[in-house]
C-alpha cells in the first residue's frame, strides 16, 4: 500500500525542494525543465541535502535526488519525503512510493461537529453547576479534575464527530509501532532494536477533515500521515485517526509526558502488550487500573503470539484477562460492553484483520467520543464522592433548634425574668388587696432588717461573664449538631457559618434582655380588684367604727352598748386578712401567666436574635450543601 499525506497534515512549506516536489505530484504535466530540481535542491541546505540521501559527497547526493525524483515523475505516483521518520522509511522499505498534497491548493473540507446525547448533555450541564455551585466552598484543587473534563468536553464539541482517534499505547518493545504500520498497510512509524524508537507521537488519518483534531493532540504537520485510498482498507477504516505514543515506560521524561498528555484527549486507546511485560505493574497501576471506568473505549491486544509456541498464546492470553478483571475493567465477552481483547502478531499479520474489523465496526459507530467523555465524567464525578457523599442523615433537626433557643433563654435569664415578673404581679395585688396595717408591719421590717443578714448578690460582670460562656457553648453545640455527618468541606462551611453569626451575639442578647424582660410600671390589674380594695376599705371602715364607738361610750356621750361595737371591730379585724389571704389565692394564677408571658416574650426574642444570626446562616450552608448534593447524586445516577 501506498501512502499519503493529508491534504491539512502536510509538512511545512519552509523547503524548497518539498514545495517543487508537492507542485509536481499535483499537476504532472507542468513539470518543470530539467534544470529546475537542480536549482531546487541548490536552495536546500547542505544539512538537508545530506539528511536526503546518505553517503557520498555532496554533488553525487544532488544528483541522486535529481534521478529520483526523474524517476517518480515517470512513475503513476509521487515520491514522499516528509520528515526525518519518512527518509529512514524510505531508506529502509524499498519500492513503496508515496506522493505529497498540497493543502495551500486543496479546499478544507466540511466536517459535522459532535453532538452529545441528550443524558450526557445532562450530565455535562449538571457537573457545570456543581462546580459552580462547590466553588466558594471546595479548593481548587478538588475541583480541577471536573473543570478539565467540563473544558475537555466543550473542546470536544467542538470538532469533528465523523472522526474518532485512537492511540495506540505500549511499553519499550512491545511492538506498537509495528502494529501502527501494520493497520496502515504501510511502514509510517520508524521500527527497529534501538530504545526507544518513538521519540514523538504520529499521526495517521483515514479520511479528510481530522486536522483540527491532531491539531488539539499538539502533533506537528511533519508528523501526520494519511495512507492512499486502497478500496476496502480504506472505507473499513474510513473516519480513523491512529496515534502512535511513544513508549509509556520510557526512559525519557519528555516521552512519558507525550503519552499521558494525549491519553487524556484521544476517543479511544489500544493497549499493546507483549509476553514479557503484560503483567507489568507499572502498566497495570499507573494506566490499566486508574482507565477501568473506559472499558467501553480500550481495546488490549498481546502482540508477538509468534514467539509462544503451542498453547502458550492462550494461556497467557486467559492469565492477561485475569489481570484485567483484578484492575476492575469489564471485559467485552459475550456481547457485553467493555474492553477487546485480542492476541495477534503484527511481524506476520497473524489476528491483525481480526483488529482491523473490530476497529472498523467501532471507529463506524461513531459513539467512543461520547462514551470517552461520559467514563470521564464517571472518574471526575467518582473522586469527587468524599465531598459530597454521606452515608447518614443532615441537617438540623427540630430538637436541635429547640434546645439551642433554650440556651439562649437560659443565658438572658428569661426563667429568672418571668419568675421576677410574677413577684412583681403579685406584689402589686398585695399592696393593693393587703390591710394597711400588714403593710406597715412589712415596711417596718425591710427597713429595720440589718444589712449583714443578707446574702452578698453576684456582680454584674460574673453574669455577663457566665452569660457570655453559655452562648458560646450553645453556639458550639448547634454548629456541631449541623455539620455531623458531612464532608469534611461543609462541615468546615457549617461551622464558619455559626462562629460568623456567633459575634456579637451576647450584646444583641443583653439589649434584648433589657427591652423585652419585665416590662416597667405597674402590672395591669384584673376586673376583681377594685372590689376587693373597697371590701378591704369597708373592713378598716369597721374597725374604725367599732373604736369610735367604744371610745363614745367610755368617755360617756355614747351610752353603753358593747356589743355592736366589738361586733364591728371583730369583723373588720377578721375580715381584713381574710379578704388579703382570698385576694392572694386569686391573684395566684394570674400572676402565673403573667410571668409565664414575660419569659416567653423573651425566649422568642431570644431564639429570632439567635435564628437570624446563627441558624438562618447555618441553614443556608446546609441548603447549599443538599443543593450540590441533588446535582451530584444527578451526575452519578445518570451515569449508573
Partial sequence: MTAVTDQDHTERSDQPGDADEARAAENPSAQAPESAPENASEGESTDDAHARVPGGDSSSRTDARMDARTDSRTDSSAAWDDGLIARRVDETTAGNQYAVVDSRTAAPPTVSPLVYDGPLRSRLE????????????????????????????????????????????????????QLFNALAGVAISETGVRRPTTAAPIACSWSDGAASLIERLGIPP????????????????????????????SAAVQHREHVDRILALVDAVIWVVDPEKYADAVLHERYLRPMAAHAEVMFVVLNQID??????????????????????????????????VLALSALTGDGVGELREALGQFVAERTAPARRISADVDIAAARLWPVYATQRRTGLSEQAR?????????????????EAAERAWLRNANRACGTPWLRLWRWYQDRGEPATGRLPSRTQADEEATARQRVEQAVRTVADRASAGLPAPWAHAVREAAVRGSQGLPEALDELSVRAGVPTGRPPRPGWWPMAVLSQASMTALQFL???????????????NLGVPVLLMVIGIVGGPLIEWSCRMAARGPARRYGLEAERRLREAAAGCGRARVLDPVAAELLRYREVRERYGRVVGAGS
Fill in 126 to 177: 449538571t457537573l457545570r453547576e456543581l462546580v459552580g455551585l462547590s466553588r466558594t466552598r471546595l479548593d481548587s484543587r478538588t475541583l480541577a479534575e471536573a473543570g478539565r473534563v467540563l473544558d475537555e468536553a466543550a473542546a470536544r464539541r467542538r470538532l469533528s464527530g465523523q472522526h474518532t482517534v485512537v492511540a495506540i499505547a505500549g511499553a519499550t518493545g512491545s511492538g506498537k509501532s
Fill in 307 to 340: 514467539r509462544l509456541p503451542g498453547e502458550a498464546a492462550e494461556q497467557v492470553l486467559d492469565d492477561l484477562r485475569r489481570l484485567l478483571d483484578e484492575d476492575g475493567i469489564a471485559l467485552g465477552e459475550y456481547g457485553e460492553p467493555g474492553t477487546t
Fill in 402 to 418: 429547640e434546645e439551642f433557643a433554650d440556651r439562649l433563654a437560659d443565658a438572658v435569664g428569661a426563667t429568672a425574668a418571668g
Fill in 222 to 249: 511533519r508528523l501526520r500521515r494519511r495512507p492512499l485510498p486502497t478500496g476496502d482498507g480504506e472505507s473499513q477504516l474510513r473516519g480513523l485517526v491512529l496515534v502512535d505514543l511513544p513508549d509509556h515506560d
Fill in 546 to 560: 367599732g373604736g369610735l364607738w367604744l371610745l363614745g361610750q367610755i368617755v360617756g356621750v355614747m351610752s353603753p
